[in-house]
């Protein structure tokens, strides 16, 4: 079987490599480049080190599979383009990037004009672009062949094969996928996906809505979008919700979104120049809480929908919409969704892995229907190893002990019940925008006050709690309903109840309305961190400790030693337990 490649090169770029049907590695370009949400451009630093990982060299790749996302501006004919969009776009990317940076092609621009324009009609993107130019410029063999998937296909594939359903209902959501898609329904069954409704129509994107919201409240779209739903938990969403619906709600077909701006000239900016507006004397508690009510409405109402119209009872939802966790427990809690799985890379860095998957059911017709199982692991970044990270303990000149894993769990298990906070690096790195226990920052889960002090030596701003990882055996004891989400519980993407009598001893992980977002760990799939939960528990009576990601505010999850190791050296833990070494700290807080 093939080599495979996948890439993502918009929000969030990444990359990821498939041989043999099977996924290799896969990474965020943010996790090399040190950049928060990498994107709009080739994720080249993702690139060499998922082939790293795999032991490849760029001429060892057969197939490419791309999204239409950005690329140098050399690799598209000019011919595809007006001069005064030639113009712009040069001119956009040297003001951003400065006169020495090499200028970036979107290529959602041209698939509007072959859209709309009639001279091109019948031409597509692949007529325009440059390949054998791409491939020598990039050092790929001449005979590689690229493969340019569409958004929302990747989307619906990555969490359709991943669910581990052998038929399901498959929704996508997102701001803005190819040719303003926004939102995808489709079935999955016997192996092919089949699309049963869309929606495209500019001003209705939940979305962009989402997005508009977070900007409004001053905080940065794409980015923040957690800080709107923790806040949303303090308002009252009566106030403003009847505005809202004027901006954002379903169609009168129950099939997709509308709003009083769809179809009209200049929807975006008329959109949010209404919420602006409607917003004014409100508190951003309670303009959360109502964008929050109305978002979930539209979108619960739609999947409702859908899923009595197929008659399907399992369900899976990929798309950054569904990064809202909230949500995913509305969706669970339908008397129609017997089961839901969200993928874990559900922002655009997933869009690499859904991309390669196609390519390699073309290759070989059949794959995702024989070789489709459920996610078990998404622990597929770099690996460092013992010398790697004993080199750079030593290259930092920092006192630690080389005792072997089973005495790092047991230092590590003590300081959490004392109180102090534990960096946790261990492993393979995770893909997606959750730390899953490989590159955590772990603590115990009972002071309250752990949410102030420990944000503010993080220098976050933060209005959710932290998160709690929970031994699986005891999921159903502290929380409530977990059956239908049980699966993606696994990959922290969805919020439970927590039962009343552990919101009392577990304060430091439970939001004000009573949620918690855990990460289910089974031993079998981490047994290291569960062990790590385990002796915590036997100290503590407790099964489950605090979980926040291993980075500080505005800085991506930490990927290798040299980062962790300055988590310490700057104060950020109080210990590190790094691999088989144990790193103690100066305990300040």
């Known amino acids: 079987m093939a080599i495979i490649l996948g890439i993502a090169s918009s929000h969030d770029a990444s990359a990821c490599i498939y041989r043999d049907g099977k996924l290799l590695a896969a990474i965020s370009e943010e996790r090399i480049s040190r950049i928060k949400c990498d994107g709009g451009r080739l994720p080249n630093l993702a690139i060499d080190a998922c082939l790293e990982m795999a032991g490849l060299k760029r ?16 690799y598209v004919s000019r011919g595809s383009r007006t001069k005064d969009l030639e113009r712009s776009v040069s001119r956009l990317w040297k003001t951003a990037l400065g006169k020495d940076q090499e200028t970036q092609f979107f290529a959602g621009s041209l698939l509007k004009q072959l859209r709309d324009k009639p001279e091109l009609k019948g031409r597509c993107f692949e007529d325009f672009f440059r390949t054998e130019s791409f491939l020598a410029g990039e050092g790929y063999r001449a005979d590689t062949q690229v493969h340019f998937i569409e958004h929302h296909a990747t989307h619906a594939v990555a969490a359709a094969f991943y669910s581990g359903f052998s038929e399901a209902a498959v929704i996508t959501m997102d701001g803005e996928g190819d040719l303003d898609m ?64 004027k901006a954002m709600r379903l169609s009168a077909d129950g099939h997709g979104f509308d709003s009083d701006f769809a179809r009209v000239e200049g929807a975006y900016d008329k959109r949010e120049a209404f ?47 569904f990064a809202n966790v909230k949500l995913n427990q509305r969706i669970a809690a339908l008397a129609e969704v017997e089961h839901l799985f969200v993928f874990p890379g559900m922002s655009d860095t997933g869009n690499s892995v859904g991309a390669a998957l196609i390519v390699e059911d073309q290759l070989h017709p059949g794959f995702i229907k024989t070789a489709g199982h459920k996610l078990d692991t998404v622990y597929w970044g770099p690996d460092p190893t013992h010398a790697q990270i ?99 519980a696994e990959f922290m993407t969805i ?57 500080v505010h505005e800085e991506p999850i930490v990927c290798g030693p040299k980062e962790a190791v ?24």
Not at 61 to 73: E, L, T
Not at 440 to 456: G, H, K, L, Q, Y
Not at 569 to 585: K, M, Q, S, T
């Open 390 to 488: 004993k080199a750079e303990l030593d290259s930092r000149g920092l006192k630690y002990e080389e005792c072997g894993i089973d005495a790092v769990t047991e230092k590590a298990a003590q300081a959490i019940h004392k109180g102090e906070v534990v960096g946790w690096f261990q492993g393979a790195m995770e893909f997606g925008p959750r730390a899953l226990g490989n590159r955590s920052m772990v603590a115990a889960p009972t002071d309250r006050s752990i949410n102030d002090w420990f944000n503010e030596r993080l220098e976050r701003s933060e209005f959710m709690p932290f998160a709690p990882s929970a031994l699986a055996e005891y999921a159903d004891e502290v929380f409530e309903n977990v059956e239908p989400g049980r699966h993606a």
């Open 182 to 245: 926004h939102h995808g329904s489709y079935v999955f069954k016997d192996g092919k996906i089949d699309c049963r409704h869309v929606s495209e129509t500019v001003g209705c994107s939940p979305g962009y809505f989402y997005m508009a919201i977070t900007e409004l409240l001053g905080f940065r779209p794409l980015r923040h979008e957690g800080k709107v739903l923790g806040l949303a938990a303090y308002g009252n969403p009566t106030k403003l919700a009847s505005a809202f619906r």
């Open 566 to 589: 300055q988590a310490v050296v700057d104060n950020r833990v109080d210990h590190l337990a790094i691999g088989d070494f144990w790193v103690p700290g100066e305990g300040m807080h």
């Open 275 to 321: 919420l602006r507006e409607a917003i004014k004397g409100h508190t951003r508690e309670d303009v959360a809480a109502a964008a929050q009510a109305v978002f979930e409405e539209a979108i619960v109402a739609l999947v409702s929908s859908f899923m009595q119209e197929t008659g399907m009872k399992q369900l899976a939802v990929n798309g950054g919409v």
């Open 59 to 74: 001429r060892d790749i057969d197939h490419i599979a791309s999204n239409y996302g950005h690329f140098a501006d050399r």
């Open 495 to 551: 919020t439970y109840d927590v039962k009343k009598d552990w919101q009392l001893k577990i304060p430091a992980v439970v939001h004000v309305d009573g949620t918690a977002r855990p990460q289910l760990v089974r031993r079998d799939r981490n047994p290291k961190y569960w062990n790590l939960i385990e002796r915590y528990r036997q100290l503590s009576g407790i099964p489950l400790i605090l979980n926040t990601s291993f980075n």
